[in-house]
């Protein structure tokens, strides 16, 4: 990515195989940015393995990952995010978030956050979490008249919607949004 240039990258991880996805952004413009937003939901046994990186060169370069995995049954998810900022690229700023949340005791996953960083006057952060969906949440809902399925379906569009809600162009994001519905309805 060149100077003053922006590269935007949306992934939807919600087939029914195995996926493996893994972006990279170069930063090597100064005033170069990168974004990268992720949502995958996962089934049966399937296994998904992201990963994003940002490596910055350029001074002033930012770089912004987002990723949310959904797992049920038995599947697995690794969500891995690396941000490299190189000796050189001052005023750097990288901040990534990986969060999954396991919808079964069988499901599974982790959330790698790594920053590697050779230069003293950047600004980097990372956030982390892997859990399950806590059982008070769904009795509340369904103490309010919501059947089980759909205070599960509430909770996983509440954990999505902060990275599907970020997505710039109406149509893609509505598209994540069918997937998601069709995915969760097998």
Known sequence: VDQDARIEWIIGEMNDGNGISDTASLLKGHGSSSDVKVICVGSGQQNIDVTTRAVH????SDSA????GVMR??????LNGI?????????ANGEQSEKVLMLSPQSRGDANPILLID??????????????????????LMSRGISKDEAE???IYGFLEPVIAEVPVDEIRAQLKARVERKLGQ
Request: charged letters at 30%; a positive charge; zero cysteines.
């Open 153 to 155: 379906r509430l909770i």
């Open 83 to 91: 941000t490299k900022i190189e000796k050189g690229a001052t005023k």
């Open 73 to 78: 049954e038995r599947a697995t998810a690794i």
């Open 65 to 68: 990952m987002a990723a949310r």
């Open 119 to 140: 230069e003293d006057d950047v600004k980097a952060g990372h956030a982390a979490s892997v859990g399950q969906v806590n059982p008070e949440h769904i009795y509340y």
């Open 57 to 60: 060169y350029g001074k002033h």
